[in-house]
T-cell receptor, first 112, second 116 residues
């Protein structure tokens, strides 16, 4: 079993839909959880950052962490065509960046 | 403000050739990183430099060397390229060694390398 599992998609939704993106993980020591957005042929950019369990909201984006289930989610409300990208989850057990583990990414397509 | 700049953007190498990927950041960041990204795979850390003068191995360092030339520049060298090194390479930088809270890593645009 890989440390971080993420469905590659593609996930296709109509504009305005609520999108749910998810990752599961096996390492119970993970404490830092991140979501990156990567547009085609671009570098990843950090969207959301969460430490330990709980929810975090930023505009149309909400990140949830459920450490008891080893499950993290990113919700996008009122999705826009400009949200079409690949979303990568990432997590780490401590503050050392060398331990950061990325999921494979989920491709999201939002149609007008 | 250019952020993180990588050169070249594209490169084709023959097996056994060597090359150096260049990375420079203009944000006065202390930490810099090299990742590779392969189809169907996540980002994998090759090497990182927590601060000027230090470098450390990441998850997949074999076949690569790095140099932290100064605070701005961090290069990645392939001494004898192999087809397995065909990938997209990303350089990133952060103010401090991520992922501490509020320490965001900024990525470059990537270098697409093909080894034939």
């Amino acid at each position: 079993q890989k440390e971080v599992e993420q469905d590659p998609g593609p996930l296709s939704v109509p504009e305005g839909a609520i999108v749910s993106l998810n990752c599961t993980y096996s390492n119970s020591a993970f404490q830092y959880f991140m979501w990156y957005r990567q547009y085609s042929r671009k570098g990843p950019e950090l969207l959301m950052y969460t430490y330990s369990s709980g929810n975090k909201e930023d505009g149309r984006f909400t990140a949830q962490v459920d450490k008891s289930s080893k499950y993290i989610s990113l919700f996008i409300r009122d999705s826009q065509p400009s949200d079409s990208a690949t979303y990568l989850c990432a997590m780490s057990a401590d503050s050392g960046y060398s331990t950061l583990t990325f999921g494979k990414g989920t491709m999201l397509l939002v149609s007008p | 403000n250019a952020g993180v700049t990588q050169t070249p953007k594209f490169q084709v190498l023959k097996t056994g050739q060597s090359m150096t990927l260049q990375c420079a950041q203009d944000m006065n960041h202390n930490s810099m990183y090299w990742y590779r990204q392969d189809p169907g795979m996540g980002l994998r850390l090759i090497y990182y430099s927590a601060s000027e003068g230090t470098t450390d191995k990441g998850e997949v360092p074999n076949g690569y060397n790095v140099s932290r030339l100064n605070k701005r520049e961090f290069s990645l060298r392939l001494e004898s390229a192999a087809p397995s090194q065909t990938s997209v390479y990303f350089c990133a930088s952060s103010e401090n060694l991520a992922p501490r809270p509020n320490t965001e890593a900024f990525f470059g645009q990537g270098t697409r390398l093909t080894v034939v």
